[in-house]
T-cell receptor, first 110, second 114 residues
């Protein structure tokens, strides 16, 4: 079993749709969690950190459930520019290692 | 402010050749990382360095060596390249401390081993 597992996708949605991605992690010692966005053949970039209380940044909402070891990302009012691969990350320790999921690909169509 | 830079951007090697991938950051970060990404997959950690003078193995260290030359630079060496090492290699850096673990990535090195 992988340490971080994501919905396999791909997700193909029309503009304006709401889409949700799920992620589970197996190492209960993981301390911090993130969603990264990766455009085709480019480097990953941080989309948002994920907190137990949930956090929102514009059209994006992230949630963490430590009891279930589950992370989610909700995108509302999808834009064409949201088309990318979204990577879920669990980080262990203050200067330790991060484990990435394999990513979920989103394509937003006109 | 260049962030994280990597050289070279592209490289083709023959099986058995050696090479060093260079990475440098100008953000005064303590931690640095090397990942590889194969097609359709997420990033897998090869080695990381929590601070200058320390290095630790990640998930897939076999066939690689690293050197944390100073706080800015973290190099990855392939001593005898194999076709299975064909991949995109990303270097990243991050500040130290819980809650400050965002990683900043370089543009990647695309390596093909024939």
């Amino acid at each position: 079993r992988k340490e971080v597992e994501q919905d396999p996708g791909p997700f193909n949605v029309p503009e304006g749709a709401t889409v949700a991605f799920n992620c589970t992690y197996s190492n209960s010692a993981s301390q911090s969690f993130f969603w990264y966005r990766q455009d085709c053949r480019k480097e990953p970039k941080l989309l948002m950190s994920v907190y137990s209380s949930g956090n929102e940044d514009g059209r994006f909402t992230a949630q963490l459930n430590r009891a279930s070891q589950y992370i989610s990302l909700l995108i509302r009012d999808s834009k064409l520019s949201d088309s990318a691969t979204y990577l879920c990350v669990a980080h262990l320790g203050s200067a330790g290692k991060s484990t990435f999921g394999d990513g979920t690909t989103l394509t937003v169509k006109p | 402010n260049a962030g994280v830079t990597q050289t070279p951007k592209f490289q083709v090697l023959k099986t058995g050749q050696s090479m060093t991938l260079q990475c440098a950051q100008d953000m005064n970060h303590n931690s640095m990382y090397w990942y590889r990404q194969d097609p359709g997959m997420g990033l897998r950690l090869i080695y990381y360095s929590a601070s200058e003078g320390t290095t630790d193995k990640g998930e897939v260290p076999n066939g690689y060596n690293v050197s944390r030359l100073n706080k800015r630079e973290f190099s990855l060496r392939l001593e005898s390249a194999a076709p299975s090492q064909t991949s995109v290699y990303f270097c990243a850096s991050s500040p130290v401390g819980v809650g400050y673990n965002e990683q900043f990535f370089g543009p990647g090195t695309r390596l093909t081993v024939l």
